[in-house]
């Protein structure tokens, strides 16, 4: 059943490359609990306490806001395939905006994402895993490109608009500073 780890082990990080979906969770002490599903080849392990996943835009930003006021952040992946699995990463993360002076390294690990707005830096202090034996089976059929055709369709200033329009706080009405970390 379920062990707890310091940090990730090998087995550990060739699952997470193996997993083409995971799960994000934040929150503050008073807002709403966010858990946010990512794909697109997003996350890089950096080492055996580190991963970074880069955020793209959508219709929302609670992430970003969360993290701000609370570093506090999960990460899970589940096995879809194979064996049964569950495995989280729990740890505190930091918001990499493209004006910060990390991003152009950081962005640099990554195929170029359009709409590509943050990256999300986790220093994990708990790995933790779980059986798995209910999570069904799916098959894994192809990425949805629509999320990447919109943000190409809408070019870097519309990008900036629709951040300033919907990007700029969460539902609890926290601030993103999207707009003034990427003008």
Not at 65 to 94: D, K, W
Request: hydrophobic share 35%; with cysteine.
């Amino acid at each position: 059943m379920g062990q707890r780890f310091t940090e990730l082990s090998e087995k550990h990080i060739q699952f997470i490359t193996d997993q083409r979906i995971f799960f994000v969770g934040t929150s503050t002490a008073d807002s709403r609990v966010n858990i946010s599903p990512k794909g697109m080849d997003s996350l890089k392990v950096l080492g055996n306490n580190r991963v970074v996943w880069l955020n793209v835009t959508g219709s929302g930003n609670e992430t970003s806001a969360h993290v701000q006021l609370n570093p506090r952040m999960t990460i899970m992946f589940c096995a879809y395939e194979g064996a049964p699995l569950i495995l989280r990463l729990y740890g505190s993360a930091i918001v990499v905006h493209k004006h910060d002076p990390e991003w152009p390294n950081l962005y640099s690990l990554f195929k170029p994402l359009p709409g590509a707005r943050q990256i999300f830096d986790l220093s994990i202090d708990l790995v933790q895993t779980s059986c798995g034996m209910s999570v069904p089976y799916y098959n894994y059929v192809g990425e949805r490109e629509l999320l990447s055709e919109w943000a190409t369709k809408k070019g870097e200033e519309g990008l900036k608009h629709y951040w300033k329009e919907k990007n700029q706080s969460s539902i609890d009405g926290i601030p993103t500073n999207i707009v003034a970390k990427n003008g």
